[in-house]
T-cell receptor
Framework: DTAVSQTPKYLVTQMGNDKSIKCEQN?????MYWYKQDSKKFLKIMFS???????INETVPNRFSPKSPDKAHLNLHINSLELGDSAVYFC????????????FGEGSRLTVL | AQSVTQLGSHVSVSEGALVLLRCNYS??????LFWYVQYPNQGLQLLLKYTSAATLVKGINGFEAEFKKSETSFHLTKPSAHMSDAAEYFCAVSGGGADGLTFGKGTHLIIQP
């Protein structure tokens, strides 16, 4: 059983399109995150949700909209895709009682043409 | 604001040699510090964490790290490198709770046969 699963694993799309990435965790964690990893491997937090409530919303274009229907799911919708959005997007989860101990999904590689 | 700096974007060692990956932190409060490993085309995996208990922390796969407050360092070591250790290594700091992690830029570890 995969602890943190993301779908799809690969996304190739044209500029201007809209796409979504889904994430689910079966660890019983109360906090979920989206991270972006660029081509130089740099990881930056985008959003964090605790018990479905948005906690962190870093300086991310408002074309990116997270949605957490319940504690086990955190989806990411991206409108009007741009070339610079090409990256690997990682979902992660943790317990707020054990800060920093994140479990990561395998990533979703987005390529915008 | 908390941050970490990893010295050396690439480190190359021979199989069987000592591995030393350097990380310095900046934090106005006692930090939670972590090392994560990322194998090719995978998500990140926790190697070890420092949470103000013991200053020498042992992790998985034979890795350990020592917290030195006087040097604001948290360097990662392994006495004898294996080919399977080849990966990207990230030092990270957390503010606690649902803050998530702030990552360093990563160090690519290369193991020479």
């Amino acid at each position: 059983d995969t602890a943190v699963s993301q779908t799809p694993k690969y996304l190739v799309t044209q500029m201007g399109n809209d796409k979504s990435i889904k994430c689910e965790q079966n660890l019983g964690h109360d906090t979920m995150y989206w991270y972006k990893q660029d081509s130089k491997k740099f990881l930056k937090i985008m959003f964090s949700y605790n018990n479905k409530e948005l906690i962190i919303n870093e300086t991310v274009p408002n074309r990116f909209s997270p949605k957490s229907p319940d504690k086990a799911h955190l989806n990411l919708h991206i409108n009007s895709l741009e070339l610079g959005d090409s990256a690997v997007y990682f979902c992660a989860s943790s317990l707020s009682s054990t800060p920093g101990e994140l479990f990561f999904g395998e990533g979703s590689r987005l390529t915008v043409l | 604001a908390q941050s970490v700096t990893q010295l050396g974007s690439h480190v190359s060692v021979s199989e069987g040699a000592l591995v030393l990956l350097r990380c310095n932190y900046s934090s106005s409060v006692p930090p939670y510090l972590f090392w994560y490993v990322q194998y090719p085309n995978q998500g990140l995996q926790l190697l070890l964490k420092y949470t103000s208990a013991a200053t020498l922390v042992k992790g998985i796969n034979g890795f350990e790290a020592e917290f030195k407050k006087s040097e604001t360092s948290f360097h990662l070591t392994k006495p004898s490198a294996h080919m399977s250790d080849a990966a990207e290594y990230f030092c990270a700091v957390s503010g606690g709770g649902a803050d998530g992690l702030t990552f360093g830029k990563g160090t690519h570890l290369i193991i020479q046969p």
